[in-house]
């Protein structure tokens, strides 16, 4: 029988409420009290008290926090089947702007300083620029601008903070020999978030009509939002020029008869202009001030239709999105219902074809893990990527997944009083880490204990690993190769490729961005060195990488830099779990701020429960009896092959007979394989463990007991 813990307050039979009634009362609520805990107590083991709750949660999509996350974009484009209304956020309340049409976009930016590339009165030749923009990783935009009559397509790059910024970029658009067919001999400037002011109006239709008419007579004019008095409506003015300091704005008030204001920022405002696609088609351009004071409101009248946000994706997203400045650069924050988030974190971090109860178990461990996080991203709780957990927005929802959120509506892990850090990652391998062996600090209920991570391997194709003719080797997936009964002088089988093309690939794994290293046609005979399972989540292969790569990935990530050619790499200690904790190159301590950190300064690993095949260190014994050992010696070396002949070793591929009868592949040059199990830090719950215990019929409590120790779950 579970244990059911009970909070003093606000349970009809507790000592608190039990003083307030009557005692006659008392003594008929009682039995009623203990059969209602008996009843529980056999049905359920969750606590119910004080513990963290969270009605609406703020997911940052796009943000910039320097030292911490930085995701940019220089625009956000919206868009809803059920339409757009855009509001100014104040903190009393939204000021409603502007609707925009069912599918139509609302692209968000900041009303910083640009790159004005071109004026065109061609349509099609605006759109060119902006695909060539966009095929050159720049941030185009267009607008389409009454001016003299006529409909001009202002093109414009970026959308910088600082004029120092964009004049870099300047000089960086006018060297560009891709945009000048393009641009017709015009000479890009710069445009920027200097204004004039042509006064208010009392709607969004008198703004556009009075900007249309400075327009017609030869002066940039768009209408723009502010808070009235009270905040409760959306007051309109006309804002005049694009001027970066105010010599331009003198030029723009000399065109203009002398007759306009400088525009006075000290509210916050939105300005809305009419936005040129690539693709041609229309769109509102809303554009912020730099300085954070003005938050876009984005919201659709069908809550079931959501928000698609094309910057991330083209995803579509629940609830609401507030587009603001944070730090000079545009931030995108999404916040929707947290339980409806969790809908698509447990639907992408999991397969909705798992067990239910294992669904359970990463329901409440994401929401104990989102809720732990508190505001940590300063204008949003979590952001939208494994550094925090896998939002994906609408798409990602199952109905499997979302009936695990439901089914434990509220529930979190608790230790001693206080959230859990439910963290969690796709496979332990075999055993979870302790806290102390990833993050060099232990945490009570983060400890290692052993977990069922095979079922990753189940239905994978088995790999050979390979000897080319040529003396190279890598691997062929099984049903590539067969057998042929013939066997090398060292005792080694010789298989024979069966296809045309086919690849040797240097990890068990295709990987489309990887070239294989070698393909070899149907007949070619090959030497079997091994035969593994393919790589995959509970263990895995990488490399060879030679001393360059690694030097290249391990020099920013240690505060000693390496020095000298990597000639030498060795695990000197290891954690509970049997994790790599520090590491020796060249014989000296690699020094990182973390264990974990060894993942991406050898290339990208897995995990850091690898084992590391220095295949260039080989000991020699000489005919002499004297021991040599690489890579700390040269000179040349002689070997005794299988057949008893003497060689010159003079190719970087050889294989050496060790005394128990197996064939190491080692080289003559220093190179480095890593083999490992787990996929992810490995630390408290293992996904694939999780459908592993769920198969072994654990429920999900059990499963998060099993990962998470002596902790409670609870609910509000």
Do not use: C
């Amino acid at each position: 029988m579970a244990n059911i813990e009970v909070a003093s307050e606000g349970l009809p039979g507790s000592a608190a409420a039990a003083g307030r009634r009557p005692a006659r009362l008392r003594r008929l609520l009682a039995p009623a009290i203990v059969l209602l805990l008996l009843n529980a107590a056999l049905t359920t083991n969750l606590s119910f008290g004080a513990v963290p709750t969270l009605e609406m949660i703020r997911v940052a999509i796009f943000i910039d926090l320097p030292g911490k996350y930085q995701l940019r974009t220089a625009f956000a484009t919206f868009s809803s089947p059920a339409g757009l209304s855009v509001g100014l956020r104040q903190p009393n309340g939204v000021v409603p702007v502007l609707n925009a049409a069912a599918g139509a976009p609302v692209r968000a930016g900041l009303d910083g300083y640009r790159v004005r590339l071109l004026a065109t009165e061609s349509g099609a030749t605006a759109s060119a620029l902006l695909q060539k923009l966009q095929s050159l990783s720049g941030s185009g935009s267009a607008t389409a601008a009454q001016l003299s009559g006529k409909t001009v397509y202002i093109v414009e790059e970026g959308a910088y903070p600082t004029l120092a910024e964009a004049e870099a970029a300047l000089a960086k658009w006018r060297a560009s020999a891709d945009l000048q067919p393009l641009l017709g001999g015009a000479a890009p400037s710069l445009a920027g978030p200097a204004h004039l002011d042509a006064g208010n109006y009392a709607t969004l239709d008198e703004a556009r009509k009075a900007a249309k008419a400075l327009g017609d007579a030869g002066l940039e004019a768009y209408a723009a939002a502010i808070p009235a008095a009270g905040a409760s409506a959306a007051e309109y003015r006309v804002l005049v020029g694009a001027a970066t300091g105010a010599a331009g704005l003198d030029a723009v008030q000399a065109a203009a008869g002398g007759s306009l204001a400088p525009f006075a920022a000290d509210k916050p405002y939105l300005l809305l202009r009419d936005g040129y696609e690539a693709d041609g088609s229309r769109s509102t351009h809303v554009l912020i001030p730099v300085d954070g004071s003005a938050k876009v409101w984005l919201r659709t009248a069908g809550e079931s239709a959501g928000i698609r946000l094309d910057e991330r994706y083209g995803r579509t997203y629940r609830g609401s999105f507030e587009v603001t400045a944070l730090n000079q650069r545009l931030a995108v924050v999404n916040e929707l219902p947290f339980e409806e988030y969790l809908y698509s974190v447990v639907g992408a971090e999991m397969p909705a074809s798992w067990p239910a109860e294992a669904l359970k178990a990463q329901a409440v461990a994401a929401r104990s893990y989102a809720l732990y996080q508190g505001f940590g991203f300063q204008i949003a709780h979590v952001v939208d990527n494994t550094y925090s957990q896998v939002y994906g927005g609408i798409g990602t929802e199952k109905p499997q997944t979302t009936a695990a959120v439901d089914a434990t509506r509220g529930e979190v892990l608790m230790h001693d009083g206080r959230i859990v850090e439910a963290l969690f990652s796709s496979s332990a391998g075999g055993v979870t880490a302790d806290a102390a062996e990833i993050w060099g600090n232990s945490v009570a209920y983060l400890s290692s204990v052993p977990s069922p991570d095979e079922l990753s391997e189940q239905g994978l194709h088995r790999w050979h690993r390979v000897v080319l003719p040529d003396g190279r080797n890598g691997y062929v997936r099984e049903d590539l190769a067969e057998e042929t009964g013939e066997r090398t002088d060292a005792g080694s089988k010789v298989l024979r490729i069966t296809g045309d093309g086919v690849a040797i690939r240097p990890i068990p794994l295709i990987q489309s961005n990887v070239e294989p290293i070698a393909r070899v046609d149907a007949g070619t005979r090959v030497v079997l060195l091994e035969t593994v399972v393919q790589s995959n989540e509970m263990s895995w292969f990488r490399g060879p990488f030679t001393p360059a790569q690694l030097a290249e990935t391990m020099k920013s990530r240690s505060a000693t830099p390496v020095e000298g050619e990597i000639l030498t790499l060795e695990a000197a200690r290891r954690g509970p779990s049997g994790r790599v904790t520090e590491l020796l190159v060249n014989g000296k301590r690699y020094d990182v701020r973390t264990p974990d950190t060894l993942r991406p300064a050898l290339g990208g690993l897995p995990s850091t429960r690898f084992e590391i095949d220095e295949t260039g260190r080989v000991a020699m014994l000489g005919a002499s009896g004297e021991a040599r050992e690489r890579p700390y010696e040269n000179g040349e070396v002689h070997m005794i092959g299988a057949s008893g002949e003497t060689v010159k070793l003079d190719r970087n591929d050889m294989y050496i007979l060790s005394g128990d009868g197996t064939i190491r592949a080692a080289t003559a040059e220093p190179a480095f394989r890593f083999t490992g199990t787990g996929n992810g830090h490995g630390v408290g719950l293992s996904q694939w463990g999780a459908r592993g215990l769920a198969e072994s019929g654990y429920d999900y409590q059990s499963i998060l007991k099993y990962y998470f120790k002596n902790v409670t779950i609870e609910k509000e």
